[in-house]
């Protein structure tokens, strides 16, 4: 069983700063890529940032303001979000793909129970 639990998530003034981490727990040998999505009221999940082993891939809305990190050893992922606006408010869900358990079996994919940011003044 592999869960993926977020925390970090709250209410902010714009322009503030918040930081989500995403720790993946179980018998996980590796995972090749970890990752933030988010979704808006009324609007469907979008991607935010994604890492994995060579690179790190951003959404043009946040590049620059969020940086996406990991520990590889931790199974951790963190998604330091600056200069943050009213419309990043939303639900963020942390996400694992391509999954290894120690018995060698595969899991394609698991979703964090999402972690809700509120930018509001």
């Known amino acids: 069983q592999v869960q993926l639990v977020e925390s970090g998530g709250g209410l902010v003034q714009p322009g503030g700063s918040l930081r989500l981490s995403c720790a993946a727990s179980?018998?996980?040998?590796?995972?090749?890529?970890m990752g933030w999505y988010r979704q808006a009221p009324g609007k469907e999940r979008e991607l935010v940032a994604s890492?994995?082993?060579?690179?790190?891939t951003y959404s043009d809305s946040v590049k620059g303001r969020f940086t996406i990190s990991r520990e590889n050893a931790k199974n951790t992922v963190y998604l330091q979000m600056n200069s943050l606006k009213p419309e990043d408010t939303a639900v963020y869900y942390c996400h694992a793909e391509g999954i290894v358990l120690v018995s060698w079996s595969r899991l394609l994919e698991r979703w964090g129970q999402g972690t809700l940011v509120t930018v509001s003044s």
């Open positions: 890492i994995n082993r060579s690179r790190t």
């Open positions: 179980g018998n996980i040998f590796s995972i090749n890529a």
